[in-house]
């Protein structure tokens, strides 16, 4: 009973931090990595389809992506879909390929991006937070179902609070990381 709520609170921490990661990626730095891709949705052949799934991404230089579809027929779906997203970046389509010039940042956008990023940070701490509160719940009704002694339910709540401390640590370095690669000029 009480190691599978530790497992239980274990995974969902963990799947806490790999959306943070994930959200993370797509905050914009001033230098191109195919991961800020990752959320544009093509309209192909009536089926919203992962960018990378219908096109070849490489970024030739630090600054730019190019963009091959596979199909030169999905250009303009491929165009489309760029400008609806909120990139800020706006496509150059040469009738092969696409190509995207990344912006200079300045420096009222790296403190929007890090407020921002606070913001990304906070509701992953939030949803640790909330895992938290899910398990000691479930370790007060083990403990009035008369499942868990006293002892055992203190002690599996320490344990809880430790592992949250441990998750938010992470989360506060992630942050603190991204910041730093953000306001890097």
Do not use: H
């Amino acid at each position: 009973m009480s190691t599978q709520i530790g497992n239980e609170s274990k995974d969902k921490m963990e799947k806490a931090i790999t959306g943070l990661s994930s959200e993370l990626k797509k905050v914009r730095t001033g230098r191109a990595a195919i991961s800020m891709l990752d959320g544009i949705k093509v309209n192909y052949y009536g089926t919203p389809t992962p960018l990378n799934q219908v096109s070849a991404l490489s970024t030739p230089d630090a600054r730019s992506f190019l963009i091959s579809p596979w199909e030169t027929s999905v250009l303009k779906e491929i165009e489309q879909a760029i400008v609806k997203s909120d990139l800020g970046m706006s496509p150059m389509n040469d009738g092969k390929v696409i190509r995207l010039k990344v912006p200079e940042l300045t420096e009222e956008r790296r403190r929007d991006l890090v407020k921002n990023i606070k913001k990304i940070c906070e509701d992953a701490r939030v949803a640790v937070r909330m895992v938290r509160r899910d398990a000691n719940d479930s370790l007060k009704a083990a403990l009035k179902d008369k499942k868990i002694s006293e002892d055992d339910n203190k002690r599996q709540q320490d344990e809880v609070q430790k592992l949250t401390d441990d998750y938010i640590k992470k989360i506060d370095q992630m942050s603190a990381d991204k910041e730093k690669e953000l306001m890097t000029v």
